[in-house]
């Protein structure tokens, strides 16, 4: 039996290379690695050296494990390298928003206007008592004024702290409370699925209770009837009388830029704070270097939420440093069509995009037709994050949506990470459908089993970054005991990220998702998205979500739950999960065959689009379901149990 911490089951040899057009123009070429191999802390220097700094550090790094700091002594500010930079060297009328509404409504914002509205911003927060070191909370929808808040918070010196606008009051005093905010910036609402939805009265019901709060400025984007207190200010009375002129600070490299909380499913969320200097290198580095951004000519487009750190790291400041050009689009895929967003790439000729696999696996599942409808000619480059992408989606996403002309990057990171860390760099690797292909230059992270030796190739376990990034976490708000046990502990002086990875036979990586998730049956380890990968790998299946339930002869027993492709006779029953069993064994072998496949009609996702595995484990182990207050749709529990009677077991 093998010794490995995660096995390695599915194998994939399909690749392909960039084409001699794309690489000859990508900004980031394979000699890149080796520079960076040579010299890892000089070749971080001198990405630092892109951005404008009032005043050189004089030490790249300062490593007190498990305490970092780049670029020591370093000063600079994040929104004047953002916004008032490009306008210094004659690109104000870039437009660095086209802003797309989901009721229709649009605007274009160039990067002079956005520095403009940043800076009165700015002196609105000052005029409100908001100082260098204070915490500000975020609660907005997606809209311009979420990243102006965001800025003029970067440009005052005080930390933000967006939540993002689908949690609940609950969810947001706590993390007020956390960072101990002064401020909470939020709208009257915002727009989802053809409707206005309320934001402000959750803030009224989170600061009904004890706080530090002192006022609540809000944005006026649906025209709601608000609730009103005097503490309240809205941001058009406040913003739009301020002066158009805002001097600067500059503020050390270390100094905190943002608070993130992650949405731990069970324990009090982790505030993972962020710092100035190192965190800006490492994402307008890799905002370049993956994206292979041409700042003149593509227009890129994130769909994260600025609530999630993709939001942060690759809508506001790597694509703001790099001087791009984004669309910023505030709804959901499917309103008022499920073609809504292939319109927008067609209308703004999108050249770069940058998904989520769960928002790709819906797109499947709608199936091709509103894809086909649109002219998605211009794009480019695709790009993946949050989760594996299993390879039946990833080459849906090639072919469907990007015509097998645009490289795929699947990109592995965290809120932890604060930047891209492990991708392939488009013009340069060779790609693998579901791979995340390998540590790009500067990082060092390694497949090890329990006591901390590498794996090899053909191997899986553990995923584990042995040096420090500049873009690292700096730790958890207010708990350096938190920050040292929960990532610093497993390994002397390694960070665990928490995931499982291994690698193939030429030593790509593949990510296998958190170890909390791999399964354990008849002592081999083995980890849902693999199995996950080959159900979706069969023709009718458009996701799935594998658990491992006990099971009083295995151990644990494969557990499956699966959505149908759109337009698939769901009356099947029997002879399709028998069929589907039967390809599980053929793609991956006998040990994973599952015990039960459930065919279902949605999955427990966070809005994040993480799936839920433990509310599934409940389910697959009858149990009555745990909590399920951060689930995006909190009826779909009730939707998978109603669902079951047709569940089938051997
Ligand atoms: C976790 C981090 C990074 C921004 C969004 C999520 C999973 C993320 C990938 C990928 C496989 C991935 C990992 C990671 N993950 N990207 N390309 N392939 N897994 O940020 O909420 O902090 O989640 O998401 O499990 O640890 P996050």
Redesign the pocket.
Known sequence: MSQDQVENLLSEDRTFSPTAEFAAQANIKEAEYALADADRIGFWESKAEYLKWDKRWHTVLDWQVPFSKWFVDGKLNASVNCLDRHIDEGRGDRVAFYFEGEPGDTRTITYAELLKDVKKAANALTEIGIKAGDRVAIYMPMIPEAAVAMLACARVGAAHSVVFGGFSAEALISRINDADARLVITADGGYRKGAAFALKPAVDEALSGEHNVKNVLVVKRTGQEVAWSDRDIWWHEIVDRQPEEHIAESFDSEHPLFILY??GTTAKPKGIFHTTGGYLTQASYTHRAVFDLKPESDIYWCT?DVG???GHSYVVYGPLINGATQVMYEGTPDTPHKGRMFEIIEKYKVTILYT?PTLIRTWMKWGDEFPNKFNLKSLRLLG??????NPEAWMWYREVIGGNRCPIV????????GAIM??PLPGVTATKPGS?MRPLPGISAKVVDDSAHEVGKGHGGYLILDKPWPSMLRGVWGEPERYKETYWSKYEGIYF???GAKLDSDGAYW?L??VDDVMNVSGHRIST?EVESALVSHEEVAEAAVVGANDATTGQAIVAFVILRGGIDHTKGEALISALKAHVVKEIGAIARPRQILVVNELPKTR?G?IMRRLLRDVAENRAVGDSTTLADPNVMNLIKDGLATATED
């Open positions: 992650t949405s994260a999630w750190i993709t989520a993946s994050v949050g989760e594996p992408i699947d990109t592995w990171w965290q809120t932890e990470t492990i991708s995340a990220a928490g995931d990510l998702g958190r998205t994040s993480k």
